[in-house]
């Protein structure tokens, strides 16, 4: 029979009556058996619900929780995406700096209710409201590296410490913008980054010839705000060359590999390529200089944002507990902000890139990063009106 919840409740209750005024056994079985043809309940579920000494309280309606830091809400959603849709763990740490700089830059106004709660708010509840927040950026996998050849007898296999702490370990890697063709001449990203600040660049050229891709690395090493010690590679063979490992040798770079199919080995590189990489211009095939001059353009925003205005977490502490790697991360940082604590920075560089950061607007170079990907490259418009 189907029955209302408080429709069964109430049957409940006259059944429970009848059952303490009987006596004998039998009538007591009896009125169980009915109860249990009528509701269908089990029969010690029965027996228990008879027994209650007092009559089930009535469900009451779900009480809405009072929404706490529904003033901040608007301007946790404008800072979050001025920094690209970080974790909370990223988030929480410059949540305030990031408001008041946007404030500066009048795309909010913080009122003291705002600014206390931003204050107030913790890292788990910041993260509960982010998993109720639309983001447009996509999750995306990363193709599986090719192994390739080289001299490889010319360039030591070895692994920086994953708590390395002297600045300019630099590891480099290439990514490939063939749109699943690998057959012709197109476009590759080179990924530089210095695994102890974050800080990293990327340059796009077109093919991987050996004497491109060095002179690619040249100009990154050039702009680089402070002198690298070492220089980590892959194994494919547009790095493990003459051209690369006399560069290096001029300027008394330590040039090491990674292990054959360890791609692990390269992590920081990997990470960061799927990060600034894949997650901004994705898997399109771009073959022309017009489209190279394009990603270099869009790289130009992306490595100020990311060096300047997007916090990042390191690894501090790793614990091992049977099968399972446990990882401690500290508080997050810009890659600026770590230089400037690792003391590898001059006064003059130093006062530059703080200048730099202090005149950029954050939702604005979001923006201006949404709008240059939005368009595109020149030479792929005028394939797609042509068509």
């Known amino acids: ?182 057959h012709g001449h197109f476009a590759y990203t080179l990924t530089v980054v210095d695994i102890v600040t974050g800080y990293s660049r990327r340059r796009a050229v077109l093919g991987r010839g050996q004497a491109v891709v060095v002179g690619a690395i040249q100009y990154l090493l050039e702009e680089w705000p402070f002198r690298p010690w070492g220089l980590h590679s892959d194994n494919g063979s547009e790095f493990l060359n003459s051209h690369l490992v006399k560069f290096c040798q001029s300027e008394e770079l330590q040039f090491t590999r990674s292990r054959p199919y360890k791609k692990n080995d390269n992590a920081h590189a990997e990470q960061k390529n799927r990060q600034y990489v894949r997650d901004f211009v994705g898997y399109e095939r771009y073959d022309t200089s017009e489209e190279v001059e394009w990603l270099n353009d869009v790289y130009e925003h992306v490595d100020l944002d990311a060096n300047l205005i997007l916090p990042m977490r390191k690894v501090i502490a790793k614990e091992r507990r049977g099968k399972k790697l446990r990882k401690r991360y500290d508080e997050a940082r810009t890659p600026l902000q770590r230089l400037i604590e690792s003391g590898v920075l001059s006064n003059d560089t130093k006062q530059q890139l703080l200048d730099i950061q202090a005149y950029i607007n954050p939702l604005e170079l979001h923006r201006t990063i949404s709008n240059l990907i939005a368009i595109g490259p020149i030479q792929k418009l005028e394939k797609t009106v042509k068509q």
């Open 1 to 182: 029979m189907n029955m209302s919840y408080s429709s069964r409740q109430e049957y409940l209750d006259v059944q429970r009556r009848r059952y303490a005024k009987v006596l004998s056994r039998q009538e007591k079985s009896q009125i169980i058996d009915e109860t249990v043809r009528t509701l269908g309940y089990h029969r010690k579920h029965v027996i228990r619900e008879f027994n209650r000494t007092e009559p089930k309280k009535p469900k009451s309606k779900h009480r809405q929780k009072p929404l706490y830091y529904k003033e901040a809400i608007p301007t946790i959603q404008l800072a979050w995406e001025a920094l690209d849709y970080p974790c909370a763990e990223r988030l929480h740490p410059v949540l305030v700096a990031t408001a008041q700089s946007l404030q500066r830059h009048g795309e909010l106004v913080l009122t003291p209710t705002i600014l206390d709660q931003l204050g107030q708010i913790s890292r788990a509840t910041l993260g509960r409201y982010l998993e109720r927040m639309e983001t447009p950026k996509a999750k995306r996998r990363m193709p599986r590296p090719k192994p390739s050849s080289g001299p490889l007898s010319a360039v030591p296999v070895e692994r920086y410490d994953w708590d390395e702490q002297k600045p300019g370990a630099l590891e480099i890697d290439l990514v490939e913008h063939n749109g699943g063709n690998s």
